[in-house]
């Protein structure tokens, strides 16, 4: 959920009070989450890869053309599971960011406590979501706009929360991860954000993982830079996902929501810009075509404004180069408008799927609920 101090801005996340308004969170409905499991593959991995060369153009020859933001030219690796699920986040959050080419976010104390605080009401009530219920144990604000309010000044703010069972989380890394590959979710973590706050909770009969974000100056993104993910001459990208999300992505393709899928991909732009006529173009090495459901402001009005994703229906092949490339229309906050034509790379990893993208077991064990 991300929103600014004036008014709700409905953009590019899995909201889990909306996933319980929707009918979801039973493990059997849509966007009830899937199994979480740490794989090493996600991210920057240390097997074998093949080499990538990346494409960057734009439509017109000008500057006013929107441009991908640079990678990190030596990327971090992915934090291993130290057994605190609050640290493993914080560094796998800003690990993803810097090898995108944004700025890691430094910890606010406010956003911490926000975020500390409405993951304990979710544990205390084994509940799940963005909401409280005023009178139930631990209510610190009835939304996540009203207790990160309380704790400090922000010009923009957001929040995604992961819970469940906490069988439903193999590890310390599973929750942060879980959240980061679903792709509602991942365009918030990748916002322009300026510091962040993580909470986690836990005792024998629940678990929750909670971020809060918040902004108090200008969007670190320029007005012409896209970020995209994964990013342009990544190695090691996950070749699926297990498609949990509500939003749902496959909403109009509902036969593939619960199913493993590949991984998604995903491009957006600073605070208060707009894409429009977004298309997708996935190719395997071989020239092969790969079909993806896309997501855009215009098909997903109520949950997308600055971003877009795209969506494989079938895992995506290992130790494969794949080239993307999307075009459309950026839309500044000044109104100007830039066209959008930009090709990149990615290789997926020699083996390995995402973190909660697990074959086998998903109906024996108990689903996180985001």
Same mark, same amino acid.
């Given at each position: 959920?991300?929103?600014?101090?004036?008014?709700?801005? &409905?953009?590019?996340?899995?909201?889990?009070?909306?996933?319980?308004?929707?009918?979801?969170?039973?493990?059997?409905?849509?966007?009830?989450?899937?199994?979480?499991?740490?794989?090493?593959?996600?991210?920057?991995?240390?097997?074998?890869?093949?080499?990538?060369?990346?494409?960057?153009?734009?439509?017109?020859?000008?500057?006013?053309? &929107?441009?991908?933001?640079?990678? %990190?030219?030596?990327?971090?690796?992915?934090?291993?599971?130290?057994?605190?699920?609050?640290?493993?986040?914080?560094?796998?959050?800003?690990?993803?960011?810097?090898?995108?080419?944004?700025?890691?976010?430094?910890?606010?104390?406010?956003?911490?406590?926000?975020?500390? @605080?409405?993951?304990? !009401?979710?544990? @205390?009530?084994?509940?799940?979501?963005?909401?409280?219920?005023?009178?139930?144990?631990?209510?610190?604000?009835?939304?996540?706009?009203?207790?990160?309010?309380?704790?400090?000044?922000?010009?923009?703010?957001?929040?995604?929360?992961?819970?469940?069972?906490?069988?439903?989380?193999?590890?310390?890394?599973?929750?942060?991860?879980?959240?980061?590959?679903?792709?509602?979710?991942?365009?918030?973590?990748?916002?322009?954000?300026?510091?962040?706050?993580?909470?986690?909770?836990?005792?024998?009969?629940?678990?929750?993982?909670?971020?809060?974000?918040?902004?108090?100056?200008?969007?670190?993104?320029? %007005?012409?830079?896209?970020?995209?993910?994964?990013?342009?001459?990544?190695?090691?990208?996950?070749?699926?996902?297990?498609?949990?999300? +509500?939003?749902?992505?496959?909403?109009?393709?509902?036969?593939?929501?619960?199913?493993?899928?590949?991984?998604?991909?995903?491009?957006?732009?600073?605070?208060?810009?707009?894409?429009?006529?977004?298309?997708?173009?996935?190719?395997?090495?071989?020239?092969?075509?790969?079909?993806?459901?896309?997501?855009?402001?215009?098909?997903?009005?109520?949950?997308?404004?600055?971003?877009?994703?795209?969506?494989?229906?079938?895992?995506?092949?290992?130790?494969?180069? !794949?080239?993307?490339?999307?075009?459309?229309?950026?839309? +500044?906050?000044?109104?100007?408008?830039?066209?959008?034509?930009?090709?990149?790379?990615?290789?997926?990893?020699?083996?390995?799927?995402?973190? @909660?993208?697990?074959?086998?077991?998903?109906?024996?064990?108990?689903?996180?609920?985001?």
């Amino acid at each position: 959920m991300r929103f600014s101090s004036l008014r709700f801005e &409905a953009v590019a996340v899995l909201a889990a009070a909306l996933l319980a308004a929707c009918g979801g969170g039973g493990g059997s409905s849509g966007g009830s989450g899937g199994t979480a499991t740490n794989n090493s593959s996600n991210g920057n991995s240390s097997a074998a890869q093949p080499t990538t060369t990346t494409t960057t153009s734009q439509s017109s020859p000008s500057l006013n053309g &929107a441009v991908l933001i640079t990678p %990190a030219s030596h990327p971090t690796a992915l934090p291993s599971a130290s057994g605190n699920a609050a640290s493993d986040g914080t560094a796998y959050i800003n690990a993803v960011r810097q090898n995108a080419g944004l700025v890691a976010l430094p910890a606010n104390a406010g956003l911490a406590t926000a975020s500390g @605080d409405h993951a304990t !009401y979710l544990v @205390d009530n084994q509940a799940y979501g963005h909401t409280e219920t005023a009178g139930k144990t631990g209510f610190t604000g009835a939304d996540p706009q009203t207790r990160i309010q309380a704790e400090g000044t922000f010009t923009m703010m957001g929040e995604v929360v992961v819970a469940g069972q906490p069988a439903a989380f193999t590890d310390s890394v599973s929750p942060v991860a879980t959240l980061f590959d679903a792709p509602f979710h991942r365009i918030v973590m990748l916002d322009g954000f300026t510091s962040m706050g993580v909470g986690y909770m836990a005792n024998s009969n629940w678990e929750a993982f909670n971020i809060d974000f918040g902004s108090n100056s200008a969007d670190t993104l320029s %007005a012409t830079t896209l970020v995209a993910y994964p990013y342009a001459g990544q190695q090691g990208v996950p070749t699926s996902w297990f498609a949990n999300e +509500d939003p749902n992505p496959f909403a109009s393709a509902t036969q593939y929501e619960m199913t493993t899928v590949g991984y998604p991909v995903t491009i957006q732009s600073a605070f208060g810009s707009t894409l429009s006529s977004m298309s997708f173009t996935i190719t395997a090495t071989d020239g092969t075509n790969v079909p993806c459901l896309a997501q855009t402001p215009q098909t997903t009005p109520g949950e997308l404004s600055n971003a877009a994703l795209c969506v494989p229906y079938a895992p995506l092949a290992s130790n494969t180069i !794949y080239a993307v490339r999307v075009t459309g229309t950026l839309t +500044d906050a000044s109104n100007q408008v830039h066209p959008i034509n930009l090709a990149w790379n990615f290789a997926t990893a020699a083996s390995g799927v995402a973190h @909660d993208a697990v074959q086998g077991g998903l109906t024996n064990r108990p689903l996180p609920k985001f």
